[in-house]
């Protein structure tokens, strides 16, 4: 006759023969043990220390590294061998190893020619030629022709960069003029009657009547007749007046060589240009200060280039600059950079670089737009890189070195300005004749990535106990510090992260393989939960079953599976609950009989007969 398990002894007694049978046998298959016994199976025993460790991944998830065949728990691919590299040459004599250069320890990807600190403050240890990268990529010749790789050369040479601006003409400051008079009169006649009427200097303006300029005149030929021709204080105090009143010297040689006073006054340009700006009507009574006209001089215009601010540090005043213009197609014209304004524009972010341009023959006119052109030599010797081998992540700077045995060096470097040919100066990482992969480098980033992967799940194996001959037996929820060490498993769908189990299986409610909780996204925050709820003194898990049904089980309980027997046995459990404490018992009293903790301690018996 079959004994029943201790743990519920009155219900299997009285349990039909055929149902316990089918229930003892069906119980081992759904936990994934041995139909032979209800204890789980030996793990395989640990690997030698000396032999290598075949490792699988995902060609879609590199991330997914696993150290037996199977699927993707991401995507279902079947996982591949990962390929290990080629053996290292056997390292030279101590006394033959040449040191290449200079590594840190900390921070991979820094190295240095010359012995010193690195970055962490951490002292560089020396790298021999003889002694493999622990980063390097070795590839055999027909896999770089299949991932298309090109190499170039790391060249030297000078850094130079042109700093190209839309430029807007606009007018010499400097060479505009205002026309006004000193004294009242009235406008008889203008012989500039439109704005952009060219004019030259000694071309008369207008003709005006003043009766200031007109006593002016009368008070000078007085005292010129009253002291004669040498003129005495009275005669030269008229003269002035009259020459502060802006009279021209052949004026007043003609009114005294004549001795009449004139009516009007013809005013002439002081100057040659443009007439920009006309206030002049005739019949016009003009007060003194009031402006009549307005004249630019074209024979030098100024060039307003809008610079971005990261180029503000390369342009300064004196600079040599080349202007081109649809006007005068693509022959360039020779400008000087004569100021930077130190505003920036609010609308535009940009600074305005005022250049100087002398222009003769008037083919540069106001309003016109210009590609303004600086050419700048930042260094005169620099090394060069091309911007096609470096690979860009956020901070960091990578680029991979080509060695002549096929093997690949991911580098961390520094750069510098661009030039015009898209090369970078480098600051440090590389070498003037280095040899770096230019195309087909993003294949060489994820095999790196692939290999970062794997000596971070070495380490972690190395790190942890070796317990592979003893059988791992379920984790205990009284034991927190072996939940935070074992590994738990969740649905790999993100609607289904609250399914965790510290056993592998089958999801309850999609059925899909439960993965690690290190294999998806959503996977630590849910094993975090986990172990909170399986803390010390915490209520068992509840499991989902199908159908919607919940049961509790204990920690460390293999899954039920879905079995309809499995709906029985739960019922089955339920039944043989622990039965209510009696009315009037403690809380920390027995469950049976009600005897309270202090009789327990004391040795009195448990009769849960007497109840």
């Known amino acids: 006759m079959l004994r029943p398990q201790p743990s519920f002894p009155s219900t299997l007694e009285n349990f039909p023969a055929m149902k316990f049978l089918r229930l003892l046998f069906l119980l081992p298959l759904a936990s994934g043990l041995a139909p032979g016994g209800l204890h789980p199976a030996p793990h395989a025993h640990a690997a030698p220390a000396g032999a290598a460790k075949q490792l699988y991944t995902c060609g879609m998830h590199p991330q997914i590294i696993k150290d037996a065949p199977g699927d993707c728990p991401i995507c279902g691919m079947k996982l591949t061998p990962v390929r290990a590299n080629g053996g290292a040459a056997a390292p030279a004599a101590p006394g033959e190893r040449k040191i290449k250069f200079y590594k840190s320890s900390m921070t991979p990807g820094e190295v240095s020619p010359r012995p ?363 034991t927190p510090a072996a939940d935070k060490a074992a590994p738990l498993y969740t649905c790999p769908m993100p609607s289904h992260a609250h399914v965790v189990t510290d056993h592998p299986g089958q999801c309850p409610e999609c059925a899909m393989t439960l993965v690690p909780t290190s294999d998806v996204a959503h996977g630590e925050s849910a094993g975090e939960t986990w172990r909170r709820q399986h803390a010390r003194g915490a209520a068992p898990a509840a499991k989902v079953q199908p159908g919607g049904a919940v049961a509790v089980l204990p920690t460390g309980h293999p899954p039920i599976g879905d079995a309809p027997a499995m709906t029985e046995l739960l019922a089955l459990l339920k039944q043989n609950a622990p039965a209510a404490k009696p009315a009037g018992a403690s809380a920390d009293a027995c469950g049976s009989c009600g005897l309270s903790q202090a009789a327990m301690a004391a040795g009195e018996p448990c009769e849960p007969g007497k109840q």
């Open 116 to 478: 010193g600190k690195d970055s962490m403050g951490m002292d560089l240890v020396p790298v021999y030629d003889d002694a493999p990268a622990a980063d390097t990529i070795t590839i055999d010749a027909g896999t770089i022709q299949k991932m298309n790789l090109k190499t170039g050369l790391v060249t030297a040479g000078p850094v130079r960069r042109t700093v190209r601006a839309v430029g807007l003409v606009a007018y010499d400051e400097r060479g505009l003029r205002d026309i006004t008079v000193k004294y009242e009169g009235w406008i008889e006649r203008l012989y500039v009657d439109a704005t952009w009427t060219p004019v030259r200097a000694g071309d008369p303006l207008f003709e005006i009547y003043s009766p200031d300029l007109y006593n002016a005149q009368l008070n000078y030929l007085v005292a010129l007749r009253g002291e004669g021709p040498a003129g005495g204080p009275l005669t030269h105090a008229a003269r002035a007046r009259l020459e502060l009143y802006d009279v021209s010297a052949d004026f007043l040689a003609e009114i005294a060589k004549t001795g009449e006073a004139r009516r009007t006054y013809t005013y002439r340009s002081p100057g040659a240009g443009f007439v920009i700006e006309k206030m002049a009507v005739a019949g016009q009574m003009m007060r003194p200060g009031e402006k009549f006209y307005r004249l630019a001089d074209l024979s030098t215009v100024w060039i307003n280039a809008q610079l971005y601010e990261n180029d503000l540090g390369l342009v300064a005043a004196g600079q040599a600059a080349e202007v081109r213009t649809t006007y005068a197609g693509e022959r360039p014209v020779r400008a000087t950079v004569a100021q930077v304004l130190p505003q920036i524009e609010g609308a535009t972010r940009t600074a305005t670089a005022r250049l100087v341009l002398a222009n003769p023959d008037g083919r540069l006119r106001p309003g016109m737009f210009a590609d303004v052109r600086l050419d700048v030599e930042l260094a005169a010797h620099a090394v060069l890189v091309p911007d096609s081998a470096v690979l860009r992540s956020g901070e960091r700077n990578t680029v991979f070195i080509a060695r002549a045995d096929g093997s690949f060096e991911p580098r961390a470097v520094q750069l510098g300005t661009r030039t015009d040919d898209y090369r970078y100066a480098v600051l440090s990482g590389l070498a003037a004749g280095d040899r770096v992969v230019i195309s087909g480098q993003f294949m060489l980033d994820s095999e790196s990535q692939l290999r970062e992967a794997i000596q971070k799940m070495l380490r972690g194996d190395a790190a942890a106990p070796a317990t592979a001959d003893k059988p791992a037996g379920p984790t205990s929820a009284m």
